[in-house]
């Protein structure tokens, strides 16, 4: 028969850890709402970073579209749309170019699209956009041959975009060009020739 002390000894045991198991699920309990409420916080504040990246999404989204959009309305009134679509998988965003026929509403390849010359200005006039949305932006652009590829029959076109952008945005553009029809947009022009020496000279022409 069990020793009456031995049992007192094991009930109090029993006692002890029923009252260390009822201080740690105390413990725990004040654990888990601690935890439950930073994940609250978190989902907030995760929450709150979503809708300021869609908002800054949507105003990039907004102000590149305008800018390509009315570079390829003035070299190709009524033929093609852009349009600038997020993609979010995997904690990542990535960014799509749409070129949509105005006729149809259908996609199409810009590749194919006027020879190329809607790849070349989509090009030039999503490096304007980028530029002038950085922060570094200082209203000045320097340019090198932007349009080469642009076949000949499009060039003025492309001469009114550059000036029409120049003034929407208020920015100042400094172009290297031997493109004739961008002297007749142009505030200033500086010519440089290259005498039988190999020397270059610079002189202003009036405009």
């Not at 709402?33 to 999404?57: G, H, M, P, S």
């Not at 400094?174 to 022009?189: G, K, L, S, Y």
Request: with cysteine; glycine share 4%; proline share 2%.
């Amino acid at each position: 028969m069990m020793d009456i002390n031995r049992v007192k000894q094991l009930f109090l045991q029993s006692k002890g850890m029923k009252k260390q198991i009822k201080n740690n699920l105390i413990q725990n309990k004040t654990t888990l709402d601690n935890l439950n409420n930073r994940i609250k916080l978190l989902e907030q504040a995760q929450a709150f970073l979503q809708k300021v990246a869609q908002d800054t999404q949507s105003q990039l989204k907004f102000q590149i579209e305008d800018i390509v959009n009315l570079a390829l309305e003035t070299c190709f009134p009524n033929e093609y749309e852009f349009q600038l679509q997020f993609n979010i998988a995997r904690g990542k965003t990535d960014a799509e170019l749409v070129f949509l026929s105005q006729k149809t509403g259908r996609p199409i390849d810009p590749m194919n699209a006027s020879g190329g010359g809607v790849v070349d200005v989509t090009c030039w006039a999503l490096r304007l956009a980028s530029y002038v949305l950085s922060s570094n932006c200082d209203n000045v652009m320097i340019l090198d041959e932007p349009m080469k590829f642009v076949s000949k029959d499009l060039m003025s076109r492309v001469c009114e975009v550059v000036r029409q952008l120049s003034t929407k945005l208020g920015l100042e553009i400094i172009m290297v060009t031997h493109e004739n029809q961008f002297i007749d947009i142009a505030d200033r022009v500086f010519e440089v020739k290259k005498n039988i020496k190999g020397v270059s000279s610079v002189c202003v022409r009036g405009n």
